[in-house]
């Protein structure tokens, strides 16, 4: 992992995603991705990272995103922004996964890291060949106003990348 | 494409899949990816493969794979003893992609072609960078004991690959 609390987030980082919208609310029904720009979007705001390395795989649908979606209000009233839910999964993917996790707030956002290259090129990516390729690890980031304040990656379970040790940074 | 009717099927082709059981049957449940020997499998048997770029996807999720599951017992009754919906997308994703499009019949297998390796291997492989890579493109594959008796693949929307030509070619 090449990032520490107190680094600066690097710049230029996009994800892409589908806004949540009623529309689409039907977890059959689709959006188009659309690129998610985080200087642009989080550059003064307070964000936490959640990454998993796929949507819909046991500990991340039943161990790890949930407890996020049931804290999100505890989040909030701690001074988070926004809450991104990440993974190599496309965009489509991640958008089914929010539906089904039951999230439709705007502030949380299901969002693919392309080919997980952000992830690579901070050290949190992992390989899992064949059927899964290179995806990201399981971590959480809280960036502040473009600062890294906190940052852990599990290797095993989820530790120090869940709400509870989130919130105990916040 | 470097299939057509009349071929044999390439033989040592598996495929990645979770096997639908009760106790996985809400969509946030996991089982386990096991493999799927096609010769083993089906060597004697006949299998309509329907191939997706991706799970989740406008025109795969809306358009292609309901009707299949639509007339799936038209299908049976016309000496069809599986249909498998492939894809490159995780046997996770392919599971649950499962389980929202209400199929819980043992014969209705959604399953992974992993790396896409053996639709690029008949050049029925598409590359959708970043967010996708290499997809299994659409396409419909009839199987019978070991021998091809249909191959259709669809540039645009759904054709070929649909459940009417399928079933036109039974």
Known sequence: MTLKAGDKFPEGVNFLYIAYTPEVADV???G?????????????KTVVIVSIPGAFTPTCTANHIPPFVEKFETLTSKGVDAVI?????????????GKVNGVTDESFIFATDPAAEFSKSVGLSLDLPPAFGTRTARYAIIVSK???KYIEKDANGVVGSGVDAVLAAL
């Open 85 to 97: 839910v990440l993974s190599a999964n496309d965009p489509f993917v991640q958008s089914a996964f």
């Open 28 to 30: 059959k029904a689709c």
């Open 146 to 148: 473009g600062v890294v």
């Open 32 to 44: 188009i991705p659309i690129p998610l720009d985080f200087d642009k979007e989080f550059g003064d």
